[in-house]
């Protein structure tokens, strides 16, 4: 069951919209070869505001996810991509529906 949780904010430096949310699309395989992430979700909040949120099991998935492939793309290219320095918030998740 899923009991931990990342919520990624990104704002998009001015003209950068497009390539931050390309950059999210091409991550999903990255992420699909964790084995210890269960959802990862990239997001779009508003014209210039992005986000990530993934689930886990354990937060030692949770702690390698944060050291993994998507992490070190994203920041290689924030420079570039960001407006400012993404906001990583650790969530525990309290109730979790799936169907």
Known sequence: MVKFALLVRLE???GKEKELADFLKSALPLVQDE?????WFGLQLGAS?????DTFET???RQAHL????????IA????LLA???VI?????LAVATK
């Open 12 to 14: 998009a430096a001015a």
């Open 35 to 39: 084995p210890g992430t269960v959802h």
């Open 49 to 53: 505001t992005f986000g990530i949120f």
């Open 59 to 61: 937060d030692e998935a």
């Open 67 to 74: 050291a993994g492939k998507v992490a070190a793309a994203l």
């Open 77 to 80: 290219r924030a420079p570039e």
């Open 84 to 86: 400012k320095q993404p």
């Open 89 to 93: 918030e650790p969530v525990d998740l």
